[in-house]
């Protein structure tokens, strides 16, 4: 099983993943894959940013089997597409809509 | 509409400045998470799917247009746009920063509002009969009272850590319009023999994994002892519910478990220990928070129904809307009227920053200024004169806030769910807008009658599903969103429990579901009954029947 490590920005909220380099990123398409044994190490990379207070509340993301990867879940799909409903795309935080 | 004094005001602005500090202290990792979160919890601040999102009292669902107008100013502000009222009187701003929270809370404070209590195991926003101080059938105004049980309840040491929530609800009313039988505790202001204001006190109602219509604790409770008895009732629950655990610890759970006759010998007990001077109910203080919602002197029109009826002659949408939307008002020549925030195909509840700023106003030219918001998540304009509502009518259709559907198939009440909710099971609104787009012909929903379809994303049971007629929980089946259907429920005087139908049904089975629910009413009704009326008379069978037994 593959898995994406996600969480909220302390400060804006918004969702953010884990991408290479231990850098977060709001687009899925840049979350570094983690396999099963590696889920540990991701798990603390995620606690690690937790305590520099850079993203709160991380944890796995469980993905569908073959590619292009997505999430298993339809809660995590929702937080990686916005809302299923209204005009919101969840990464123009920050302002209202145009 | 009543205003804070100097110490409400103080307190707020305390609050807003102790806040700013703890948020500061939090970006600079001087707290960590878990040492904030209860901090945010109490400042209304939750941490959702998408963003925080925070969630603002309206208390006992009374606004001012200046207070609407300051929820608009957030919306645009900090927030996208807009807000969603919610099934308990509040509002929620779902896309907010924690760095513009402690700013949001100052604006908010301008205008005597806040979050304080709209989150914890505390007493929440109390929350009354949206119609107060404007219906026929009312014996008294039930906000006097909600604010001085505010007044009690606010950030009082006692009661700020109980074992769980706490929702207290109160109607003037014999037609209960607050669902009081739903909540921890539900007041209903009665008169006794002698002719004394007094009160119904229910006890240990409430919705969730485990649903209780509140029995009736008191029958009849004096109003000057009404801070003394909450006193006693909740350190009953305060010493025996249960801490344990968290699906046991409302106090339904310990009224069921004590019985209502022991629990309420419980708190007579504690309520005799209490002094009765101590805790009585000020006559003064009732005089002043009675005189600022009172009123104004209104002229009485009774010719005002005969002009409404030449402009309905002419117009039958407005005649439509009149006959949902609007209802008797205790002075001949106004009616109360239902804004519906339920638009067909839209997000129950939500309400963009251009239409609050338009009810704001609308409330200053049709109702005295003053707005309230119901637990079916719309909003009301109170004080209107019969002969304006066909300009407020056409006003509200302007700025699609005319649906004629109040209290009809399309009036659903729908929990946040899956969308924006972290406790979901599976999604509410896209339901409720494929349910009220499959039902959006108003003949139709004319036909059909009263119905109240209500729909909650998890057990939690915000969306009051076991109180719809038809009631729909969303399940998670292995991943998979699964919808449970319930039949029977009412959250009004004759509050009542639904039942499950039986085995739940996906997305498009949950639609097919309720049609075939609605059409089996409609082929069994006689002349004049309502879907509740026929269900009873009918019993669960024939739509078990129509709905299982094909498939
Ligand atoms: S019922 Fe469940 S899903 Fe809906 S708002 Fe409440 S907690 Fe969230």
Redesign the interface.
Same mark, same amino acid.
């Given at each position: 099983m593959s898995y994406v490590i996600s969480a #909220?920005r302390?400060? *804006?909220? *918004?969702?953010v993943f884990l991408a290479a380099d231990e850098r977060w990123s709001e687009q899925f398409e840049d979350a570094h894959i983690f396999s099963s044994d590696e889920l540990e190490d991701a798990h603390q990379i995620g606690q690690r940013a !937790?305590?520099? #207070?850079f993203v709160?509340?991380s944890y796995a993301v469980e993905l569908k089997a073959g590619t292009p990867a997505v999430p298993? +879940? %339809?809660?995590d799909s929702? +937080?990686r597409t @916005?809302?299923?409903? @209204?005009d919101?795309n969840?990464r123009? %935080?920050? @302002?209202? !809509?145009s | 509409m009543y205003t804070y004094d100097t110490l409400d005001k103080a307190l707020l602005n305390q609050r807003v400045a102790e806040f700013r500090e703890q948020v500061k202290r939090r970006i600079a990792g001087e707290l960590t998470e878990d040492q904030f979160k209860p901090l945010r919890l109490m400042n209304g601040l939750y941490l959702q799917t998408h963003a925080y999102m925070l969630r603002v009292a309206v208390p006992y669902g009374t606004l001012s247009s200046d207070q609407m107008r300051k929820f608009a100013y957030i919306a645009r502000t900090y927030d996208r746009g807009y807000g969603h009222f919610t099934t308990r009187q509040n509002i929620q701003f779902n896309w907010i920063e924690l760095g513009s929270t402690p700013d949001i809370l100052y604006d908010l404070s301008e205008v005597d509002l806040h979050a304080i209590q709209t989150s914890g195991n505390c007493i929440r926003n109390v929350t009354a009969d949206p119609f107060a101080g404007a219906a026929a059938d009312e014996l008294d105004d039930p906000r006097v009272w909600s604010e001085i049980i505010r007044q009690w309840s606010t950030l009082h040491p006692e009661f700020s850590f109980l074992p769980r929530k706490f929702k207290i609800a109160v109607t003037g009313a014999d037609a209960d319009r607050a669902a009081i039988k739903f909540h921890d505790i539900g007041l209903k202001i009665v008169r006794n023999d002698a002719g004394d204001l007094g009160f119904q006190v229910f006890v240990g109602g409430g919705q969730g994994r485990t649903p209780f219509v509140a029995p009736l604790i008191r029958p009849f409770l004096p109003a000057k002892d009404i801070l003394r008895y909450l006193d006693a009732a909740l350190r009953v629950y305060n010493q025996h519910g249960r801490r344990d655990n968290i699906y046991k610890a409302r106090i339904k759970i310990l009224v069921d478990s004590l019985g209502a006759d022991q629990f309420s010998l419980d708190v007579e007990r504690e309520f005799e220990k209490l002094d009765p001077d101590l805790l009585a109910v000020n006559e003064k203080e009732v005089e002043r928070i009675r005189d600022m919602f009172a009123l104004p002197y209104l002229r009485p029109d009774t010719d005002a129904q005969a002009g409404l009826e030449q402009a309905m002659e002419q117009s039958n949408p407005l005649r439509r809307w009149c006959e949902t939307n609007t209802e008797v008002h205790k002075v001949p020549g106004y009616a109360i009227a239902t804004v519906s925030l339920k638009p067909v195909g839209g997000i129950p509840g939500d309400a963009t920053a251009d239409q609050m700023d338009t009810v704001a106003d609308l409330a200053d030219r049709y109702s005295l200024g003053e707005i309230r918001v119901t637990y079916t998540q719309n909003l009301v304009l109170p004080h209107v004169r019969v002969a304006d509502l066909p300009l407020l009518w056409a006003a509200l259709d302007q700025i699609s806030l005319a649906t004629a559907n109040a209290g009809l198939v399309t009036d659903i009440i729908a929990c946040p769910g899956l969308d924006y909710c972290t406790l979901a099971n599976a999604r509410s609104i896209p339901l409720a807008q494929r349910i009220s787009e499959r039902f959006a012909d108003l003949d139709a929903q004319h036909n059909i009658g009263p119905l109240d379809i209500r729909i909650s994303g998890c057990i939690n049971a915000c969306g009051h599903h076991h109180a719809g007629h038809i009631g729909i929980l969303g399940v998670d089946k292995k991943g998979v969103e699964l919808y449970q259907l319930t039949l029977g429920g009412q959250g009004n005087r004759d509050s009542a429990i639904g039942k499950i139908l039986g085995p739940g049904f996906d997305e498009d089975g949950i639609i097919g579901a309720v049609e075939n629910v609605i059409a089996t009413y409609l082929n069994m009704r006689t002349i004049g009954e309502t879907f509740s009326e026929t269900l009873q008379r009918k019993g669960h069978s024939p739509f078990k029947e129509r709905l299982y037994d094909h498939t």
């Open positions: #909220n302390l400060l *804006s909220g *918004s969702i !937790e305590k520099c #207070n709160i509340g298993k +879940r %339809l809660k929702i +937080r @916005g809302p299923t409903v @209204g919101h969840p123009t %935080l920050g @302002g209202p !809509e | -």
